[in-house]
């Protein structure tokens, strides 16, 4: 809340301090008339969206649109806002479930009201007047899903598509990144690839004011990009890194994890954390499925007992996993988040009572369904989760069906690539031990 405040105020004080310099300079120049406009009063961009805000859902959206209003409010003057009426109930809450207390806090807190992924909407700020709905190239602030304007953008080739409005984005904000991993972060790419580029058309542009720096195609030096999310991960990094070039540098915080999430584990646990070493970033997939194949798989397959639960974080590990499980006649159920809801009820039925020995399952789906696994008696993370409540809410479920003095265990395999997510597990303090010790195999009970 107190984030989306400092970046909605920030926004604000953007484009209002713009737009009242523009009409300082357009008085100046009416008076004096000059035959050419003065450095000084190049004041423009190629197009007039200055602020560019990505969110992962409609709700979201609502929430900053409502703090702008709040913002702007002044108690002595009455505030015009058009569309005010269409935009809360485009936005506004569809949910029809009720709170639900098996689910956690942030599950509830994430998709609380409307969570369509597909939306946009342009803002156009004036000091007393707001306009909800406006056509992009009229519009200060642009408040969009990754996937409602990536349809807009479109890809090479296509005969109609449009990018043009990116070009002159001045503050570009990216809030609840983590929850865009959830999503597709190709989307995210593709934006960024397509910001702050020359043109293609002029759209009623007054070529005298714009400044130097984006005739000269220099336009991303100047752009300032503000990242939000509940953990810093390599895909970011790599985003900041290849699209970020603001001449004044890169700021990072991240916060120390004091006490990771293994310590709210009520269960009676063995957890085992072993180290899989690669060569290089590109060959880690590779090595991590060879490792996992060769030295976890034939324990898990030899266990008589079956309920082995293996949760993968990324989908195309998952499919990978899958096909090795299907050609070699491995004995499992499957949960993703292309399961249909049946073939949920079902799967999740069979493991229970035994009828699978193995639950395979995505962090995708367990990020948008949340439910409670029963029969769960041991637990493989081949990766650990980008959240770090995931890994306590699983390790959790093993003492939902176990007798209190059984020991169930917990199998993760991690890389060094995997330290921030390590950090939310055992905490920053103990993770740096870990990933700098000569060991591979570290146990905690």
């Known amino acids: 809340m107190y984030v989306r405040q400092l970046y909605c105020t920030h926004a604000l004080n953007h484009i209002l301090k713009t737009r009242h310099r523009i009409i300082k300079h357009n008085a100046k120049l009416k008076a004096t008339q000059p035959k050419e406009v003065p450095d000084n009063m190049r004041d423009q961009g190629w197009a007039r969206p200055k602020v560019l805000i990505l969110v992962p859902f409609r709700h979201s959206a609502m929430l900053i649109v409502d703090t702008m209003l709040k913002l702007m409010q002044d108690p002595a003057e009455k505030l015009m806002v058009g569309h005010r009426k269409r935009f809360f109930s485009e936005f506004g809450d569809e949910s029809d479930d009720e709170d639900k207390p098996e689910k956690s806090a942030d599950f509830q807190e994430l998709f609380a009201g409307n969570i369509d992924e597909n939306f946009r909407i342009g803002l156009s700020i004036q000091r007393k007047v707001v306009r909800l709905y406006t056509d992009f190239y009229s519009s200060d602030i642009i408040i969009t899903s990754a996937l409602g304007i990536r349809t807009i953008i479109g890809a090479q080739g296509d005969r109609k598509r449009d990018f043009d409005f990116l070009s002159s984005v001045e503050v570009a904000i990216m809030d609840q990144a983590d929850v865009f991993m959830m999503q597709n972060w190709d989307h995210v790419r593709h934006i960024f690839e397509h910001m702050n580029l020359m043109p293609k058309k002029l759209h009623d542009t007054d070529i005298s004011r714009v400044r130097w720096w984006s ?181 959790n479920m093993l003492s939902l069906d176990a007798d209190p003095r059984d020991v169930r265990k917990i199998h993760t395999l991690y890389s060094k690539t995997d330290a921030t997510r ?9 993770t740096k031990k870990v990933c700098s010790s000569s060991r591979l195999v570290h146990i905690v009970e």
Do not use: W
């Open 422 to 430: 390590l950090a939310q597990v055992l905490g920053t303090k103990q």
């Open 215 to 395: 005739v000269n195609d220099k336009a991303k030096l100047y752009r300032q990009s503000l990242f939000f999310s509940n953990s810093l991960f390599p895909e970011l990094n790599c985003l900041m890194r290849m699209f970020c070039h603001n001449y004044a540098g890169l700021l990072k915080y991240q916060r120390s994890v004091a006490s990771g999430s293994s310590l709210q584990i009520t269960a009676n646990t063995y957890q085992k954390f072993e180290r899989v070493t690669s060569m290089s970033a590109s060959s880690e997939s590779d090595d991590r499925f060879k490792y996992f194949v060769d030295m976890i798989l034939p324990g898990v397959v030899r266990n008589t007992k079956g309920h082995v639960a293996i949760f993968v974080s990324s989908y195309f590990d998952f499919v990978r996993l899958r096909n090795h499980f299907k050609k070699n006649s491995v004995d499992y159920v499957q949960l993703c988040e292309y399961t249909t809801n049946a073939d949920i009820s079902r799967n999740r039925s069979y493991f229970f009572h035994g009828s699978a020995a193995i639950l395979l399952m995505t962090e995708r789906y367990y990020f948008y369904k949340r439910h409670t696994l029963r029969g769960i008696h041991q637990l493989v993370f081949y990766q650990l989760p980008r959240y770090g409540s995931f890994y306590c809410q699983l390790a």
